[in-house]
């Protein structure tokens, strides 16, 4: 195990911690993700992009607004 962590730059008690709990890990990971996904996607409304697009603008304007004397 301290090969490992080695290799891995981690603690000993590091490495010995995620093998005793190596079933409980693997059990959450199977139910974090399904199997069949592929791909993650993330949704958001027309308002956040709206907003984002609008402090994207702000901030190139205060860009050069610094940039310029």
Same mark, same amino acid.
């Given at each position: 195990?301290?090969? /490992?962590?080695?290799?891995?730059?981690?603690?000993? #008690?590091?490495?010995? #911690? /995620?093998?005793?709990?190596? @079933?409980?890990?693997?059990?959450?990971?199977?139910?974090?993700?399904?199997? +069949? %996904? +592929?791909?993650?996607?993330?949704?958001? @409304? %027309? $308002?956040?992009? #709206?907003? $984002?697009?609008?402090? #994207?603008?702000?901030? @190139? @304007?205060?860009?050069?607004?610094?940039?310029?004397?």
């Amino acid at each position: 195990m301290s090969v /490992i962590g080695r290799m891995h730059g981690l603690a000993p #008690s590091t490495v010995q #911690s /995620i093998v005793k709990r190596a @079933d409980k890990i693997k059990e959450m990971a199977g139910s974090a993700t399904p199997p +069949t %996904a +592929t791909k993650v996607t993330r949704f958001r @409304d %027309a $308002e956040m992009e #709206s907003m $984002e697009r609008m402090l #994207s603008t702000w901030i @190139d @304007d205060q860009t050069q607004r610094l940039k310029t004397p």
